[in-house]
């Protein structure tokens, strides 16, 4: 198998305004974490995934990848 390998250690939604964006924090097997930055076209659409991730704290990247994300907000920018 090939792909990322760890474990989503935190998420954190952007204080910027607007919030559109989500940040990872991954700590492989063995190794020292990093952060990854997921960017959306709406603060709503990271709103939402930041909160699936969320929910999915502690669990391996791989596990994740296979959640069905639900039908997200269409609201439009600003």
Not at 33 to 50: D, N, P, Q, V
């Amino acid at each position: 198998m090939t792909g990322e390998v760890g474990i989503l250690d935190a998420v954190y939604l952007s204080q910027l305004i607007p919030p559109d964006r989500v940040y990872l924090v991954i700590k492989p097997e063995g190794g020292s974490g990093y952060l990854g930055t997921l960017m959306f076209e709406t603060a709503s659409i990271a709103k939402a995934i930041f909160d699936i991730l969320n929910t999915h704290l502690n669990k391996r990247i791989s596990e994740i990848a296979a959640v069905d994300v639900p039908p997200l907000p269409v609201v439009p920018a600003p």
